[in-house]
C-alpha cells in the first residue's frame, strides 16, 4: 500500500470519528436534559411542601400568638396574631424567606428578624399559581377553610381575655381553657388532618413524575455509552492508519525529529522494511546521510593539531577541538558560548574591553571586504592561570566562524619566570625558617629572664597551690624555691591583706587579668614586705587552668608612696597599665586626661577632642544626675560609685560601673578626681534576661495555679451533681411522677451544659496561653455571626427574663476568624446575661468605618467599680464572681476574649458604673487592609 492510499484509509476513519463524536455530543445533551428534568420535578415537590408546610406552621403560629395574649394581656402579642392572618390573606408584604424561623424570633420589643419583601399575595393564590392538581388543591383549600374557622375560636378567646368588670379572672381562666379545650384541639386536627393528605398526594404524584423521568434518564444513558464505545473503537481504527503512514508512534516521530532538528544524527532509528515507505522510513534515511557528512566534518575537525572552536552566529561554540580543551582548559560546560569565553580569558577589566573592541573591528572589516579574519594577538588567560600569546584568526563557513589558535609564547621567558617564581618560594621558606628560629631564641631567653629575674615569677593551681617558684624567691623571701612549692599561697600573706590576695586569685580563675596590686608577705625570717603583684589567667584549650604573676619587692617605694604621689609621671603609667576607662578630672568636672585602655572602650579614635568636655554632660537623664553627685562626693572627700548607661563614640550602647576618687596633692588637699568606669554590659544584659525569664516563669506558674485551681473546684462542683442526680435518678426511677423524673433529668442536663461550656473555655484559655491557637482569617458578615450567637442563647436569656436587642446595619462586613469572632461574642453576651437582673435588657449594636468595625454589647445590669475594671482581662488576678442568678464562671472568659481579639488586630474595653450597668466594646478590622501595612 502506498502513502496516498493510507492517508485515504486515515481521513475516511478520521471523518466517521468526527461524525461519532457529533451524534455523541448531541446524545449527551438530551442525556442532560433528562436529568435537569429530574431535578426540576424534585424541585416542584421542595417548592409544594414549603407552601403546605407554610400554612401548617401559620397554624401553629397564630395559636402560640392567641394563647400567649390570653395568658399575658399584651396588646403586642395580639398585633403579631393579626400580621400573621394578613401575611397569609395577603393583605401585608410578605417578609423576606419566610419559610425559615421568623415568628418565633420576634421578642416583646416587636423588632422583625428580616424585613419584608415587596411580595403582597395571598397564601392559597400562592399555591394555586404552583400547578397544584384540584383535587390536591381542593385539601389544601379545605384546610384553610377550617384554618378560618379555628381564628373564630382564638378572636373569641382573646375578645374575653380585652372584658373588665368584677369578674374578670373568672373571664380570663375561661379564656385560656378556650385556648386548651376538646373543640380547640379538634378544630386544629380538622386543619393538620387534609394537610396530611395533601402531603401524601403530592409525595405520590411527584414520585411518578420522578420515576418516569428517571428511566428516560436510563435510556439516554445507554444509548450515550454505546456511542461513547463506539467512537472509542473508530478513534482506535484512525490511531493505528495515522501510525502505519507515520511508521511509528506520534512521539516516536516527533522525538526523531526533534533530535535530527537540534542536530544529534548519531544514534540510528531502528525500522524494519515494512516501513521503508513512511514518514519514519524518510527521516531515517535523511538521518544516514546527514551522520555521514557530519562524521566526515568531525574527523578532519578533530584531526588539526591546533586549537579549534566553531561559534555560530549567537556566540555560540557548538565545536571545539580535544587541542582547544588540552591547550586553554576550559570544558564546554565552562564556556559553552563567548559570553562565558570573555571574563575567562581576559579576566582583567580594561585589558578585556580593549580585546572586545579590537576583535569587534577586525571581525567588521572581514565582513565587509569578504575575506578571512586576519592573525590577531592577545594574551590569553588558561584555566590554570597561566597566560598564553596566542594568534586567533578566523574562516566564515555560512553561518558559524571557524576560529584557530596559534601558541606564539617564548618558552624561555616562561620558564625563566617560572624560575623566578621558584626562587621567591625559597626565599619566603627561608624567611619563614629565621622566624622559626627567632621564636626558639625568644623562648630560651624567656627562660633564662625568669631565672635570673629579681622579681618572683609564680604559678599557682587552681586551688591555690604553688606549681613553680623563680630562684628569686630566696633573695625576696628568703625561701628556696622548693620550700614554697606545693603550699597554699595564704600561707604567706599577711592576714589584712589575705582578702585582697583572695580576690585577686578568683578574679584571674575568672579570666581576668589583675596589675599591680600591693600585698604584705612574710619573709621566711618573719618580717613583713610589700609586694607588687602581677596576675593572668594560665589558658590550657581556652580553659582556665592556674594563675600565674610576678612579684615585686615595694617596700622602699611604699615608703616614699608620699613623694611617688607626687610623681605626673607615675599616675599617668598607672592609668594607662589598666583597661578600665580612666579620666583625670578636675574639680569643674573637665576632662584632663584619658587612658589608652579607657579610649578603646569608648571607641574615640582622637581623645584630643574631648579633653576639656565636662565629663558630667556625657549622661542623660537620671544617669547625669547620678555623674554630678558623684564628682560632687569626690570632692567632698570621699569616693562615690554609680551605675549609668552611655553611648560610645561610635554609638555603641553600653552600661557602665563608675568610680570617681578624690586625688590629694602633697599638702593634702583634693585637687583633682579621679573617675574609673567599667564595662559591665554583658552582665547587665544577663541580669535583664534573667528577670525575663523570671517574669515568664511567674507567668507560667500563674497559668499553672489558675488551671489547676479550676479543674480542682469548678470542674469537680458540676460533676458531681451530674453524678448525684443520676443516682438518684435511678434509685427512684420507678417512684418518681413522670414530672419529677423530667425535672431530674432536667437538672442533669443543665450541669453537663454548664460543664460542658467550662470545659469549652478552659480549653481556648490553655490554646491561647500554649501558643496553638491557629488564626484564619477571611471575610465575613458579623451580623450573621451575631444572629448565629443569639439564637444559641436567646433561650438561656428567656429563662433568666433578660431581653436581647439587636440593631442590624447593612454591609458589616470584617476580615476576622469565623470562631474567634464567635467564641468573642458568646463570652461577651452570656457575660452579660450573667450579671443583668431579670426584666433587664441587653442592646448590641455594631458601627463601621473604613478600616474598623466597631461592637458593642450594653446590659443594664449590676456594673462594676475601678479595681474591678482594672483587673478583668488579667488571668492571673481575675477571680471569678457569681452572676445575678448564682451562676458561676471560671474567670477566663474575657481573657479569652482579649486574646482573640488581639490576634485580629483589634481591641477591646470597658466602661462600666456600679448600679447603672457595663458596656463592652471591640474593635474587627474590615476588608480594607491598608491598615495591615
Known amino acids: 500500500m502506498n502513502f496516498n492510499s493510507r492517508m485515504t484509509q486515515f481521513s475516511r476513519n478520521l471523518w466517521l470519528t468526527v461524525s461519532l463524536f457529533i451524534i455523541l455530543i448531541i446524545t449527551f445533551a438530551i442525556y442532560v436534559w433528562s436529568e435537569s428534568e429530574v431535578t426540576r420535578a424534585n424541585e416542584l415537590r421542595h417548592d409544594s411542601l414549603l407552601l403546605a408546610n407554610e400554612l401548617r406552621q401559620s397554624t401553629d403560629d397564630l395559636t402560640r400568638m392567641a394563647r400567649t395574649y390570653v395568658m399575658t394581656g399584651n396588646p403586642i402579642w395580639k398585633k403579631f396574631y393579626q400580621d400573621i392572618i394578613d401575611i397569609r390573606d395577603g393583605k401585608q408584604p410578605r417578609p423576606e424567606k419566610y419559610h425559615r424561623p421568623y415568628w418565633n424570633l420576634i421578642l416583646t420589643d416587636g423588632k422583625r428578624p428580616r424585613p419584608d419583601s415587596t411580595q403582597t399575595i395571598a397564601l392559597l393564590d400562592l399555591m394555586r399559581q404552583q400547578g397544584f392538581t384540584e383535587s390536591e388543591f381542593n385539601k389544601l383549600t379545605a384546610a384553610k377553610k377550617n384554618a378560618d374557622a379555628l381564628i373564630a375560636i382564638e378572636f373569641e378567646a382573646m375578645t374575653l381575655v380585652e372584658s373588665v368588670g368584677a369578674n374578670v379572672g373568672a373571664t380570663r381562666d375561661q379564656a385560656q381553657r378556650m385556648m ?132 555560530d552566529q549567537h556566540g555560540v561554540i557548538e565545536l571545539r577541538n580535544h587541542r582547544f580543551v588540552k591547550t586553554f582548559g576550559y570544558t564546554k560546560e565552562e ?82 619566570l617560572l624560575r623566578a617564581q621558584n626562587e621567591e618560594i625559597r626565599a619566603q621558606n627561608d624567611a619563614l625558617q629565621r622566624i622559626n628560629d627567632d621564636l626558639e631564641e625568644s623562648e630560651e631567653k624567656f627562660r633564662v629572664m625568669a631565672e635570673t629575674s629579681l622579681d618572683l615569677i609564680f604559678q599557682i593551681d587552681t586551688q591555690g597551690i604553688f606549681t613553680y617558684c623563680s630562684p628569686s624567691a630566696d633573695t625576696l623571701l628568703a625561701y628556696e624555691p622548693q620550700e614554697m612549692i606545693g603550699k597554699p599561697f595564704a600561707n604567706f600573706v599577711t592576714p589584712d591583706t589575705l582578702p585582697i590576695a583572695n580576690e585577686i586569685f578568683l578574679d584571674t580563675l575568672a579570666g581576668q587579668k589583675v596589675r599591680l596590686v600591693n600585698l604584705m608577705a612574710y619573709r621566711k625570717t618573719g618580717e613583713a614586705i610589700w609586694l607588687e603583684v602581677s596576675t593572668a589567667p594560665m589558658l590550657k584549650v581556652e580553659q582556665v587552668i592556674g594563675v600565674q604573676g610576678n612579684a615585686r619587692d615595694i617596700t622602699e617605694r611604699k615608703l616614699a608612696e608620699k613623694t611617688l604621689r607626687e610623681s605626673e609621671e607615675f599616675t599617668r603609667r598607672l592609668i594607662e597599665s589598666s583597661k578600665d576607662c580612666i579620666k583625670v578630672l578636675d574639680l569643674d568636672g573637665r576632662m584632663l586626661s584619658m587612658s589608652a585602655g579607657g579610649q578603646k572602650l569608648l571607641e574615640i579614635d582622637n581623645v584630643t577632642c574631648y579633653l576639656g568636655l565636662n565629663w558630667v554632660d556625657f549622661w542623660k537623664g537620671s544617669d547625669r544626675a547620678g555623674a554630678l553627685q558623684a564628682v560632687l562626693t569626690a570632692e567632698q572627700g570621699q569616693a562615690a560609685t554609680f551605675y549609668g548607661f552611655c553611648e560610645t563614640a561610635k554609638g555603641t550602647p553600653k552600661w557602665w560601673e563608675v568610680i570617681v576618687s578624690p586625688i590629694t596633692n602633697a599638702s593634702g588637699k583634693i585637687d583633682r578626681l579621679l573617675a574609673i568606669s567599667r564595662d559591665i554590659t554583658e552582665r547587665k544584659l544577663a541580669e535583664e534576661v534573667l528577670k525575663a525569664r523570671e517574669i515568664q516563669l511567674k507567668e507560667l506558674n500563674a497559668t499553672k495555679d489558675k488551671l489547676f485551681s479550676i479543674i480542682a473546684h469548678d470542674l469537680r462542683g458540676p460533676f458531681s451533681a451530674i453524678l448525684g442526680f443520676s443516682e438518684l435518678l435511678l434509685d427512684s426511677m420507678r417512684t418518681n411522677t413522670m414530672a419529677e423524673s423530667e425535672q431530674m433529668l432536667r437538672d442533669i442536663y443543665l450541669a453537663a451544659t454548664n460543664t460542658f461550656k467550662l470545659l469549652n473555655t478552659l480549653l481556648d484559655w490553655a490554646k491561647t496561653q500554649t501558643n496553638q491557637v491557629n488564626i484564619h482569617l477571611n471575610s465575613l458578615n458579623i451580623s450573621v455571626i451575631i444572629e448565629e450567637v443569639l439564637s444559641q442563647l436567646t433561650s438561656v436569656a428567656l429563662n433568666k427574663g433578660v431581653l436581647l436587642n439587636y440593631d442590624q446595619p447593612q454591609d458589616a462586613m470584617v476580615y476576622a476568624d469565623q470562631n474567634m469572632l464567635h467564641t468573642i461574642l458568646r463570652n461577651l453576651i452570656s457575660n452579660s446575661i450573667k450579671y443583668t437582673n431579670a426584666g433587664g435588657a441587653i442592646n448590641i449594636s455594631i458601627t463601621s468605618n473604613n478600616d474598623y468595625v466597631e461592637v458593642s454589647v450594653a446590659d443594664n445590669g449590676v456594673g462594676m467599680n475601678e479595681e474591678i475594671k482594672n483587673q478583668l482581662f488579667t488571668s492571673n488576678v481575675n477571680p471569678s464572681t457569681y452572676g445575678t442568678a448564682n451562676e458561676k464562671g471560671t474567670g477566663l472568659g474575657l481573657v479569652i476574649c482579649k486574646e482573640f481579639v488581639v490576634k485580629q488586630r483589634g481591641h477591646i474595653w470597658v466602661d462600666s458604673e456600679v448600679g447603672k450597668g457595663s458596656i463592652f466594646k471591640f474593635t474587627i478590622p474590615t476588608m480594607n487592609l491598608s491598615h495591615y501595612s
Open 180 to 311: 386548651y379545650d376538646d373543640k380547640y384541639l379538634q378544630g386544629r386536627a380538622a386543619i393538620m388532618k387534609p394537610i396530611d393528605q395533601f402531603y401524601e398526594m403530592i409525595d405520590i404524584r411527584t414520585l411518578n413524575s420522578i420515576q418516569a423521568h428517571e428511566v428516560h434518564v436510563l435510556i439516554m444513558r445507554y444509548i450515550f455509552m454505546a456511542f461513547g464505545l463506539l467512537a472509542m473503537f473508530m478513534l482506535w481504527q484512525t490511531y493505528r492508519a495515522l501510525q502505519k503512514t507515520m511508521g511509528g508512534s506520534v512521539d516516536e516521530v516527533q522525538s526523531h525529529i526533534a533530535r535530527i532538528g537540534s542536530g544529534d544524527f548519531s544514534s540510528t532509528i531502528p525500522l524494519d522494511e515494512a516501513k521503508n515507505n513512511s514518514v519514519l522510513g524518510w527521516l531515517s534515511e535523511m538521518q544516514r546521510k546527514l551522520n555521514d557528512n557530519e562524521k566526515r566534518f568531525e574527523q578532519l575537525f578533530r584531526a588539526v593539531s591546533i586549537p579549534l572552536c566553531l561559534v
Open 335 to 416: 564556556v559553552p558560548s563567548l559570553n562565558e569565553w570573555w571574563p575567562l580569558a581576559y579576566p582583567d577589566p580594561n585589558y578585556r574591553k580593549w580585546v572586545l573592541t579590537s576583535w569587534a573591528v577586525v571581525v567588521e572589516t572581514s565582513a565587509k571586504q569578504g575575506v578571512d579574519i586576519e592573525p590577531v594577538t592577545y594574551n590569553v588567560t588558561c584555566k590554570n592561570g597561566e597566560i598564553l600569546t596566542v594568534e586567533i584568526s578566523g574562516i566564515t563557513i555560512g553561518d558559524y566562524l571557524l576560529t584557530t589558535f596559534f601558541d606564539v609564547t617564548d618558552r624561555k621567558n616562561a620558564e625563566e
